[in-house]
């Protein structure tokens, strides 16, 4: 079901560019998107004339551009030369860096063979000048004064010197490496897909890695697998590998490229709190529907910093917390739009799946609703134009430390946030199950640990009683405010003792324990001296 949806999602991307510069959003099979510093430029020749720098400058740090180049080989070998493009150490024969089991000139000549082996029926004029560079470039002799040290060891595309067009975008170029794709797509196990359905299609043996911004390293990998089997015991019916799997080349490429996609931080599909990267997409009438969908869920998760845009959020979320309709909140959304939700940790091999949610948007709102309805308590600890994202609510288990006296809240980390409580935090959120009964507990703690008695921690307590209570495991509500009138007895004797405890806390400032604390422990450990 997810490879399904992720592989509609790609589908709907490649058809429609995007609406602001007009270029594809999501590479054509075959291809990929890759960072990329710098072009090499040759003259009709094959000499090298300059190098170009097509990094983004739009920050005060240029950092590399995407370009959609021919997609790299999937074998994890040593040796892997891509067509068209490189790093330094394939395209120049030149690197910083000391290989363990290869030299150096090992990569140039795998490149240059590469490139020989595809080109070799062709008789355009770039591509041969781009042949006679590969040959008559001296990598050992290397004497270039165009190349500099910060140019090795990033990635490099050819341009031929007078012309718009890279190399790898020629029209001949893209026709010679479709034809290397059918022909490696034509050697392997043929079978019936499982995700598209279609039959006597090309099995991929491995399929395409994910990576992205928002995906937290805690293993030093860049790129991890959503689909993998990589041992013995994974085997069956005598086949390995993708065998075990069918899923064909074609959608093998489609539903990691679309979640490489939403995983870029400038595409708003994605959200990452504490190890989990959450993504979300839409599928509607048309792709402008779709992104608004998608915004008005990014908005809920991660309120915008635009001071008018906030306040336009913070009285919609008022609107939903006081129950009121889908069509008066968001009057352009269909509320049956489909919607969905997929929470990913990495691991060591590969992507974990935390959460899936297939929804629709009236149903989320309500969600949103039950969620806001369990945290209100009154006075509301927050501005209603300035409501907390769901990073901001989790914040509240980290430990706060004092600093010149006071604690300091903006020492607090998002790393810090237990990670698996995190992706269970917003799962509750999003199915309206129950709150993890882990995080009452981190709040309790907290409290004592640094005694900070906040809006915030008050309201997440109060939300995870009520929502107990409405889902059959708690006798009683948990009121928004404090209850004058009509209160059990156990209710007025428990706000006794918190005066109690407060008039002692005033009166002996940063006391080691309080009545609470001597209360509590000794009921634990003696309960039936203290209990009657």
Same mark, same amino acid.
């Given at each position: 079901?997810?490879?399904?949806?992720? @592989?509609?999602?790609?589908?709907?991307?490649?058809?429609?560019?995007?609406?602001?510069?007009?270029?594809?959003?999501?590479?054509?099979?075959?291809?990929?998107?890759?960072?990329? +510093?710098?072009?090499?430029?040759?003259?009709?020749?094959?000499?090298?004339? $300059?190098?170009?720098?097509?990094?983004? @400058?739009?920050?005060?740090?240029?950092?590399?551009?995407?370009?959609?180049?021919?997609?790299?080989?999937?074998?994890?070998?040593?040796?892997?030369? +891509?067509?068209?493009?490189?790093?330094?150490? #394939?395209?120049?024969?030149?690197?910083?860096?000391?290989?363990?089991?290869?030299?150096?000139?090992?990569?140039?000549?795998?490149?240059?063979?590469?490139?020989?082996?595809?080109?070799?029926?062709?008789?355009?004029?770039?591509?041969?000048?781009?042949?006679?560079?590969? @040959?008559?470039?001296?990598?050992?002799?290397?004497?270039?004064?165009?190349?500099?040290?910060?140019?090795?060891?990033?990635?490099?595309?050819?341009?031929?010197?007078?012309?718009?067009?890279?190399?790898?975008?020629?029209?001949?170029?893209?026709?010679?490496?479709?034809?290397?794709?059918?022909?490696?797509? +034509?050697?392997?196990?043929?079978?019936?897909?499982?995700?598209?359905?279609?039959?006597?299609?090309?099995?991929?043996?491995?399929?395409?890695?994910?990576?992205?911004?928002?995906?937290?390293?805690?293993?030093?990998?860049?790129?991890?697998?959503?689909?993998?089997?990589?041992?013995?015991?994974?085997?069956?019916?005598?086949?390995?590998?993708?065998?075990?799997?069918?899923?064909?080349?074609?959608?093998?490429?489609?539903?990691?490229?679309?979640?490489?996609?939403?995983?870029?931080?400038?595409?708003?599909?994605?959200?990452?709190?504490? $190890?989990?990267?959450?993504?979300?997409?839409?599928?509607?009438?048309?792709?402008?529907?779709?992104?608004?969908?998608?915004?008005?869920?990014?908005?809920?998760?991660?309120?915008? @910093?635009?001071?008018?845009?906030?306040?336009?959020?913070?009285?919609?979320?008022?609107?939903?917390?006081?129950?009121?309709?889908?069509?008066?909140?968001?009057?352009?959304?269909?509320?049956?739009?489909?919607?969905?939700?997929?929470?990913?940790?990495?691991?060591?091999?590969?992507? +974990?799946?935390?959460?899936?949610?297939?929804?629709?948007?009236?149903?989320?709102?309500?969600?949103?609703?039950?969620?806001?309805?369990?945290?209100?308590?009154?006075?509301?600890?927050?501005?209603?134009?300035?409501?907390?994202?769901?990073?901001?609510?989790?914040?509240?288990?980290?430990?706060?430390?004092?600093?010149?006296?006071?604690?300091?809240?903006?020492?607090?980390?998002?790393?810090?946030?237990?990670?698996?409580?995190?992706?269970?935090?917003?799962?509750?959120?999003?199915?309206?199950?129950?709150?993890?009964?882990?995080?009452?507990?981190?709040?309790?703690?907290?409290?004592?640990?640094?005694?900070?008695?906040?809006?915030?921690?008050?309201?997440?307590?109060?939300?995870?009683?009520?929502?107990?209570?409405?889902?059959?495991?708690?006798?009683?509500?948990?009121?928004?405010?404090?209850?004058?009138?009509?209160?059990?007895?156990? #209710?007025?004797?428990?706000?006794?003792?918190?005066?109690?405890?407060?008039?002692?806390?005033?009166?002996?400032?940063?006391?080691?324990?309080?009545?609470?604390?001597? #209360?509590?422990?000794?009921?634990?450990?003696?309960?039936?001296?203290?209990?009657?």
């Amino acid at each position: 079901m997810i490879l399904q949806r992720l @592989t509609e999602l790609y589908g709907r991307l490649l058809e429609n560019p995007d609406p602001v510069t007009g270029e594809a959003r999501v590479p054509p099979y075959g291809f990929t998107d890759e960072n990329i +510093s710098y072009c090499l430029v040759l003259s009709k020749t094959g000499e090298l004339v $300059d190098i170009q720098d097509v990094r983004d @400058t739009s920050e005060k740090k240029p950092r590399p551009k995407l370009f959609s180049v021919p997609r790299p080989p999937k074998k994890s070998v040593n040796i892997s030369p +891509s067509f068209l493009w490189g790093n330094s150490q #394939y395209v120049l024969g030149q690197s910083k860096k000391t290989f363990k089991n290869n030299d150096v000139k090992d990569y140039f000549f795998a490149f240059r063979n590469h490139i020989n082996k595809v080109l070799c029926q062709t008789h355009d004029p770039s591509l041969q000048a781009l042949k006679n560079f590969l @040959t008559q470039w001296e990598f050992e002799n290397f004497t270039s004064e165009l190349v500099k040290p910060e140019h090795l060891d990033l990635n490099f595309i050819f341009k031929i010197d007078g012309n718009t067009s890279f190399i790898h975008q020629l029209p001949e170029a893209q026709k010679l490496w479709m034809h290397t794709v059918q022909a490696v797509d +034509s050697e392997t196990l043929r079978s019936q897909c499982l995700i598209t359905g279609k039959k006597n299609q090309s099995i991929a043996r491995l399929h395409d890695a994910v990576s992205g911004g928002y995906l937290k390293n805690y293993s030093n990998k860049a790129e991890w697998s959503l689909v993998a089997f990589n041992q013995e015991s994974f085997k069956s019916y005598d086949q390995d590998k993708g065998g075990c799997a069918p899923v064909s080349e074609q959608a093998a490429f489609a539903y990691p490229t679309a979640l490489n996609y939403m995983l870029r931080r400038e595409n708003g599909h994605c959200l990452s709190i504490g $190890d989990t990267s959450t993504v979300f997409w839409a599928r509607a009438n048309s792709a402008q529907e779709e992104a608004q969908a998608v915004s008005f869920f990014s908005a809920f998760a991660n309120p915008p @910093t635009d001071e008018g845009q906030a306040t336009k959020l913070g009285f919609s979320l008022e609107k939903i917390a006081k129950g009121r309709p889908f069509e008066e909140i968001a009057p352009d959304l269909d509320p049956k739009t489909r919607f969905y939700v997929l929470g990913l940790a990495p691991n060591a091999a590969r992507l +974990s799946i935390r959460y899936w949610l297939d929804s629709t948007l009236g149903e989320l709102a309500q969600r949103i609703r039950e969620h806001w309805q369990d945290m209100q308590i009154e006075p509301l600890p927050w501005q209603v134009e300035k409501p907390p994202s769901i990073q901001k609510w989790l914040l509240e288990v980290v430990p706060l430390r004092k600093k010149d006296g006071r604690y300091d809240y903006m020492g607090r980390k998002f790393d810090d946030i237990p990670p698996h409580l995190a992706g269970e935090f917003l799962r509750s959120v999003l199915t309206g199950q129950r709150y993890p009964r882990a995080l009452l507990t981190q709040i309790v703690q907290r409290l004592r640990s640094d005694g900070d008695m906040n809006g915030l921690r008050v309201a997440l307590i109060k939300a995870v009683l009520q929502r107990d209570h409405r889902k059959g495991f708690l006798k009683e509500a948990t009121p928004m405010s404090l209850d004058l009138e009509n209160a059990p007895l156990a #209710y007025r004797l428990g706000c006794l003792f918190a005066v109690l405890e407060r008039a002692q806390s005033e009166a002996i400032p940063g006391a080691n324990a309080t009545i609470v604390d001597r #209360y509590y422990g000794t009921a634990s450990s003696v309960p039936y001296s203290v209990f009657p």
